[in-house]
C-alpha cells in the first residue's frame, strides 16, 4: 500500500477490553482488520482496575489506558478540558491523521473529537446505539451530540435505521453519514458438529439483564413456554428472574448461568436450537449474528436495525408484546426441523465479514481527509 494512502487512526471509547459488548467487538475487530490492511491503529480508553499506561494486544495493537477511573456505567467524569493535555501527547506521539469515536454515551469519545478538530485533525464519529426524542435524557444526550458532532468530517452508522434516528437527531447532512453494519468472526462461532436432537427444544438468551434488553419482558414470556432456557448474562433485572423462576417452580427448565466470558458464549450457543431476542430498541444487535453463526434459528422482537440483520428465512419477528412473543416462538419450534445449523454457518460467512467492513470504512476515512477545513 502506497505511503499516502496509509492511515494512523486513533480509536477513542470509553467502552473497549476488559470490558465486553458489542462496541468493544467492534473496536478490536475493525483495528485488527486495518492493522492487516497495512493502516497504523492506536486505541485510547480510560484505565480498568490496574490496567493502566500502555498495552499491546493482538497484532501489535497498542492501547493505551489513560488513567481517568469511570464514574458511571464505565463512562469518565465530563471534564471538557481535562483530557486535553493527554489526548494532545498521543496525538502528536503517533503522528495521527484520523481520530474515530465510537459510542454516542462515551465522554471520552465526545471531548477527543472535541479537542481533535480544535487541532485540526479529521474525525470519523460512529453511532452504535438508537435513542428518543422525547424523555429527558435524551433531550440532553442530543443537545451535547449536536454540540461535539456539529464539524464532524464523516460518520458512520451499523443499520439504515440508526442512520434515519442520527440524521434526525443531529441534524447532520445524509450525504456525511455512511451505513456501515457489524460483523461476526465466523472462525470463532461455529456450529455444533453434531446436529442436536429436537426431543427437548433449548431456547438460549445471552444479554445484558437491563430494562432496554427486555428483560421483563421474558419474565413474562418464559412461564407461558414449555421448553427449556438457558440465560446467560447479569443486570439489575436478573432478581426479577429469579423471582419468577422461584414463583413458577421453574428451576428443572431455566437455567441462569450469569456472566459469560466471551470466549464461553459459543459453547452456549451450541447448546441450544432457537436464540431469543427480546430488546426493546436495538440498532443491530451483534449477538444475533453470533447465534446465526453457530447454526441457531433467531426469535427477535421487531425494533429498531434488528429486521436488516437476517433473512427472513434465518429470523422469525414478534412486536415487543409477551403474546406475540409466545406465537413466534411457536412458529420457530415448527420450522426448526427444516434447519441445517452447517448451510446456516457458510450462509453467514458469505454475508458478514469484518474484513468487508473494514475496507469499507477505509473508504470513509479517505473520504474524510479529502473533506474541506
Not at 500502555?54 to 488513567?67: A, C, S
Not at 477511573?69 to 471538557?80: A, E, G, H, I, V
Not at 433473512?311 to 429470523?315: A, G, L, R, T, W
Given at each position: 500500500?502506497?505511503?499516502?494512502?496509509?492511515?494512523?487512526?486513533?480509536?477513542?471509547?470509553?467502552?473497549?477490553y476488559p470490558?465486553?459488548?458489542g462496541?468493544?467487538n467492534?473496536?478490536?475487530?475493525?483495528?485488527?482488520c486495518?492493522?492487516?490492511?497495512?493502516?497504523?491503529?492506536?486505541?485510547?480508553t480510560?484505565?480498568?482496575g490496574?490496567?493502566?499506561g500502555?498495552?499491546?494486544?493482538?497484532?501489535?495493537?497498542?492501547?493505551?489506558?489513560?488513567?481517568w477511573?469511570?464514574?458511571?456505567?464505565?463512562?469518565?467524569?465530563?471534564?471538557?478540558y481535562?483530557?486535553?493535555?493527554?489526548?494532545?501527547?498521543?496525538?502528536?506521539?503517533?503522528?495521527?491523521?484520523?481520530?474515530h469515536g465510537?459510542?454516542a454515551?462515551?465522554?471520552?469519545?465526545?471531548?477527543?473529537?472535541?479537542?481533535?478538530?480544535?487541532?485540526?485533525y479529521?474525525?470519523?464519529f460512529t453511532?452504535h446505539?438508537?435513542?428518543?426524542?422525547a424523555?429527558?435524557?435524551?433531550?440532553?444526550?442530543?443537545k451535547?451530540?449536536?454540540f461535539?458532532?456539529?464539524d464532524?468530517?464523516?460518520?458512520?452508522?451499523?443499520?439504515?435505521t440508526s442512520?434515519?434516528n442520527?440524521?434526525?437527531?443531529?441534524?447532520l447532512p445524509?450525504?456525511?453519514?455512511?451505513?456501515?453494519p457489524?460483523?461476526v468472526?465466523?472462525?470463532?462461532?461455529?456450529?455444533a458438529?453434531?446436529?442436536?436432537s429436537?426431543d427437548?427444544?433449548?431456547?438460549?438468551?445471552i444479554?445484558r439483564?437491563v430494562?432496554?434488553?427486555?428483560?421483563?419482558?421474558?419474565v413474562e414470556?418464559?412461564?407461558?413456554?414449555l421448553?427449556?432456557?438457558?440465560?446467560?448474562g447479569?443486570g439489575p433485572?436478573?432478581?426479577?428472574?429469579?423471582?419468577?423462576?422461584e414463583?413458577n417452580?421453574?428451576?428443572?427448565?431455566?437455567?441462569?448461568?450469569?456472566?459469560?466470558p466471551h470466549?464461553r458464549?459459543?459453547?452456549?450457543?451450541?447448546?441450544?436450537?432457537?436464540?431469543?431476542?427480546s430488546?426493546?430498541t436495538?440498532a443491530?444487535?451483534?449477538a444475533?449474528?453470533?447465534?446465526?453463526s453457530c447454526?441457531?434459528l433467531?426469535v427477535?422482537?421487531?425494533?429498531?436495525?434488528v429486521?436488516?440483520?437476517l433473512?427472513?428465512?434465518?429470523?422469525v419477528l414478534a412486536?415487543p408484546d409477551?403474546?406475540?412473543?409466545v406465537?413466534?416462538?411457536?412458529?420457530?419450534?415448527?420450522i426448526?426441523?427444516?434447519?441445517?445449523?452447517?448451510?446456516?454457518?457458510l450462509?453467514m460467512?458469505?454475508?458478514?465479514s469484518?474484513?468487508?467492513?473494514?475496507?469499507?470504512?477505509e473508504i470513509?476515512?479517505d473520504?474524510?481527509?479529502?473533506?474541506p477545513n
Open positions: 500500500m502506497g505511503d499516502q494512502k496509509r492511515h494512523k487512526i486513533l480509536m477513542v471509547s470509553d467502552f473497549f470490558n465486553f459488548g462496541v468493544e467492534h473496536i478490536y475487530y475493525l483495528s485488527q486495518l492493522l492487516k490492511l497495512s493502516h497504523k491503529v492506536v486505541v485510547l480510560h484505565a480498568y490496574n490496567r493502566s500502555v498495552r499491546y494486544m493482538t497484532g501489535g495493537l497498542k492501547v493505551y489506558y489513560i488513567p477511573k469511570p464514574f458511571l456505567m464505565q463512562n469518565t467524569l465530563p471534564t471538557f481535562g483530557t486535553l493535555p493527554i489526548m494532545r501527547t498521543i496525538l502528536i506521539r503517533e503522528k495521527i491523521t484520523l481520530v465510537h459510542q454515551f462515551s465522554t471520552l469519545c465526545h471531548e477527543a473529537l472535541m479537542h481533535a478538530r480544535t487541532m485540526g479529521k474525525v470519523v453511532d446505539s438508537l435513542y428518543g426524542f424523555d429527558v435524557g435524551s433531550i440532553h444526550m442530543n451535547v451530540l449536536q461535539t458532532l456539529a464532524v468530517s464523516q460518520a458512520i452508522c451499523v443499520s439504515h442512520k434515519e442520527t440524521v434526525l437527531r443531529l441534524g445524509p450525504e456525511k453519514v455512511f451505513v456501515i457489524n460483523a468472526d465466523t472462525a470463532m462461532f461455529r456450529p458438529p453434531e446436529k442436536l429436537q427437548e427444544i433449548v431456547i438460549v438468551v444479554s439483564l430494562y432496554r434488553k427486555g428483560a421483563d419482558l421474558l414470556v418464559i412461564p407461558e413456554d421448553v427449556r432456557f438457558i440465560v446467560g447479569d433485572k436478573r432478581m426479577r428472574l429469579e423471582e419468577m423462576r414463583k417452580s421453574l428451576h428443572d427448565r431455566v437455567e441462569m448461568l450469569g456472566v459469560v470466549a458464549v459459543q459453547s452456549v450457543l451450541i447448546s441450544g436450537h432457537i436464540f431469543l431476542n430488546s426493546l436495538e443491530f444487535c451483534i444475533i449474528l453470533e447465534a446465526a447454526g441457531l433467531t427477535s422482537t421487531r425494533v429498531g436495525g429486521p436488516e440483520v433473512p427472513n428465512d434465518m429470523i412486536e409477551p403474546s406475540d412473543m406465537r413466534a416462538i411457536t412458529k420457530a419450534i415448527s426448526l426441523p427444516k434447519i441445517d445449523p452447517q448451510v446456516m454457518h450462509r460467512k458469505k454475508l458478514y469484518w474484513h468487508d467492513v473494514a475496507k469499507r470504512t470513509v476515512y473520504r474524510a481527509l479529502g473533506c
